[in-house]
Each structure stands twice: as structure tokens, then as C-alpha cells.
């Protein structure tokens, strides 16, 4: 079991540009949730999906941001026209059921640096 | 809304003492709670789940507490080791009828020195 895969693990941007971070659950998870860790700050929870359906978007800012789990494949956060303040490390969970009865399994992350 | 808050920020303790980590939450709806380690650079790694209807959890040197009447969790490290030095963050698990929401707390940054 491959556990929660994140890629890439590091990502640099120019202001402007688009970053489109990747998030593979574990296998037989269905249920996937991103975090944003801001430097020096704490987690703080952005997105919650389950196959095709966005179930809990309250974390997510309100423009710029979007997030995306297909039928197939893995599940996309989309960053448009980056700014500095976007540079933190995104986390990826997984879990099997809905109510996270076993815990939250989390990726290595995501490191965005926008230049 | 839920509220996680971790005291204290840091802490320095030489190699073989106890480690006593504090947790506490604002919600005593909470479903479970979960301590994780991050090391500088990496991800999270689970330590202990706790569901709501237990009082504790053990993993060899590490005893997790939760108590919700009084909204707090402790993790607790026997004989620590300068390996153990990390980032240590407690998170709770709350049900809501627009979906489940993990929220952390600001996380004990932990150093064990030789």
C-alpha cells in the first residue's frame, strides 16, 4: 500500500502562472481532504471531496482556488494567477468512510514557492 | 467552531525525561482526536487515534489521554530520545451535516538534546 501520494513535492511558480497540485489516495480511500500549512503557521483545513462531488469548500478562498476529484485519476487543487502569499506547504489526506472512524492518512505535501 | 489549541509552543528537555504534550478543544462534540509527529520539511505522520468513547490509547512509549468533559487530550512520551524531537500537532474530528472537518491545533515543536 503506497500510502497517500502527493506530487510534485516541491513546486516553484512565477507570479501569475497557474499551479495544479496532484493528490492520489490511498487505495480503497474515497474521501479526500486538503490542508494548507502557511510558514509558521499552523494546518488549516481548504477542501473536502469525495468521487465527483465537492462535499465541504469552506476553507477554500474565494476566487483563484478550486478543487476537483474525477471518477478517474487523481485528485487536482488548481491555484490560478499565483500570488506570494500562496507559497505554503498543501497537504493531502485520505479516509475510508466518511466519518474518519480510522483517522486521517496524510501525504509527504506539496511545497509551493511563487517568485 | 471548533478550536484546537496546543501549549506550550515549544519545548526543550534533555534525553531519557518525560514528555508531556497538552491538547485542548472547545467542542466537546468532538468524534475523535488524533496526534500526529511532523519532522522540519515532511509530512504528518499518525501517532494515536483516540474515538470519543475511549479515555486512552498506548503505542509502546507513547500514552494518549482524551477526557471530553473537560475538552483536553495529553500525549505522553516515556524516555524520550533526541530522535523524538519534531513538530507534535493533536487534531479533532468533528461531525457535521455538511461533512466531517479535522481542525489542529498550532502544533509543540520538541527538542530532545543528548
Known amino acids: 500500500n503506497a500510502g497517500v501520494m502527493q506530487n510534485p513535492r516541491h513546486l516553484v511558480r512565477r507570479r501569475g502562472q497557474e499551479a495544479r497540485l496532484r493528490c492520489s489516495p490511498m487505495k480503497g480511500h474515497s474521501h479526500v481532504y486538503w490542508y494548507r500549512q502557511l510558514p509558521e503557521e499552523g494546518l488549516k483545513f481548504m477542501?473536502?471531496?469525495?468521487?465527483?462531488n465537492i462535499i465541504d469548500e469552506s476553507g477554500m478562498p474565494k476566487e483563484r482556488f478550486s478543487a476537483e476529484f474525477p471518477k478517474e485519476g487523481p485528485s487536482i487543487l488548481r491555484i490560478q494567477q499565483v500570488v506570494r502569499g500562496d507559497s505554503a506547504a498543501y497537504f493531502c489526506a485520505s479516509s475510508p468512510f466518511a466519518q474518519g472512524s480510522y483517522g486521517y492518512t496524510f501525504g509527504s505535501g506539496t511545497?509551493?514557492?511563487v517568485v | 467552531k471548533q478550536e484546537v489549541t496546543q501549549i506550550p509552543a515549544a519545548l526543550s528537555v534533555p534525553e531519557g525525561e518525560n514528555l508531556v504534550l497538552n491538547c485542548s478543544f472547545t467542542d466537546s462534540a468532538i468524534y475523535n482526536l488524533q496526534w500526529f509527529r511532523q519532522d522540519?520539511?515532511?509530512?504528518?505522520?499518525?501517532?494515536?487515534?483516540?474515538q470519543s468513547s475511549q479515555r486512552e490509547?498506548?503505542?509502546?512509549?507513547l500514552n494518549a489521554s482524551l477526557d471530553k468533559s473537560s475538552g483536553r487530550s495529553t500525549l505522553y512520551i516515556a524516555a524520550s530520545q533526541p530522535g523524538d524531537s519534531a513538530t507534535y500537532l493533536c487534531a479533532g474530528l468533528l461531525i457535521k451535516a455538511a461533512g466531517n472537518k479535522l481542525t489542529f491545533g498550532g502544533g509543540?515543536?520538541?527538542?530532545?538534546?543528548?
Open chain 1, 111 to 113: 511545497r509551493l514557492t
Open chain 1, 47 to 52: 477542501v473536502y471531496l469525495q468521487k465527483e
Open chain 2, 40 to 50: 522540519p520539511g515532511k509530512g504528518l505522520t499518525s501517532l494515536l487515534l483516540i
Open chain 2, 57 to 61: 490509547q498506548t503505542s509502546g512509549r
Open chain 2, 108 to 114: 509543540t515543536r520538541v527538542l530532545v538534546k543528548p
